[in-house]
C-alpha cells in the first residue's frame, strides 16, 4: 500500500477508489422518511389605467337645421395591460347659464346655448373590445344643430363649441 501510494498514479487510484465508495454507496443499504409540505404566496394583480382622451381632427361645417361637424377623437389605453371600455358619452360643454364654451371651458358664449346643439357617437367598433396597452383607437362625435329651435341663433355663427367624449 506504501507503494501504491508513494507514485501520482497510485494517489489518483486511491482517490477514485475512495470516491467511487463514497458515490456508490458501497453496496450500504439506506433508509429515509417521505413527507409533504406546502407554502402559500400571493401574486400582485396591478388596477385599471386611466384612458386619454384627445382630439385628432374636426371636419364639416354646422348650420341651423342641416349640416354636421365631425370630430375625431384619439383614445389611448394608458394601462400596463388590455382594457375595454363600455360606455362613452358626448356632450357639448356650457357654463352655469347653459352657454357653450369655447377653447377649452375659457371662453362662454353668451347667447349660444348649449341645448340647441347635439352630439351623438357614430357606431363605435372599439366599444367593449380588449385594447392593448398603450394601443390607441378613435371614436368620431357628430356634432348638429336641429333645427327644433325658434330662437334667433346669431350668436353662434363663427363658434367653435368644446365637445367632452367621456369613457368608462
Known amino acids: 500500500m506504501r507503494k501504491l501510494l508513494s507514485s501520482r498514479r497510485g494517489r489518483i487510484l486511491v482517490v477514485l477508489a475512495v470516491v467511487g465508495i463514497v ?15 406546502s407554502g402559500t404566496g400571493s401574486a400582485t394583480v396591478g388596477t385599471a389605467g386611466t384612458w386619454n382622451v384627445t382630439q385628432a381632427s374636426t371636419s364639416g361645417t354646422i348650420y341651423p337645421g342641416s349640416g354636421s361637424s365631425t370630430i375625431v377623437f384619439n383614445v389611448k389605453n ?39 346643439f347635439s352630439a351623438s357617437i357614430s357606431p363605435d367598433s372599439n366599444k367593449g373590445t380588449n385594447i392593448a396597452s398603450n394601443a390607441t383607437v378613435q371614436v368620431s362625435v ?27
Not at 458515490?23 to 409540505?37: E, H
Not at 356634432?143 to 365637445?163: H, L, R, T, Y
Open 78 to 116: 394608458n394601462s400596463n395591460g388590455d382594457q375595454s371600455y363600455a360606455t362613452e358619452t358626448a356632450t357639448v360643454n356650457s357654463d352655469s347659464n347653459g352657454y357653450v364654451t369655447t377653447g377649452s371651458g375659457n371662453t362662454s358664449v353668451t347667447g349660444c346655448k348649449a341645448s340647441w
Open 142 to 168: 357628430q356634432v348638429s344643430m336641429p333645427a327644433d329651435s325658434a330662437d334667433n341663433q346669431n350668436a353662434c355663427q363663427g363658434q367653435s363649441p368644446d365637445v367632452t367624449l367621456n369613457i368608462g
Open 23 to 37: 458515490f456508490g454507496g458501497g453496496g450500504a443499504a439506506f433508509a429515509y422518511f417521505t413527507s409533504t409540505g
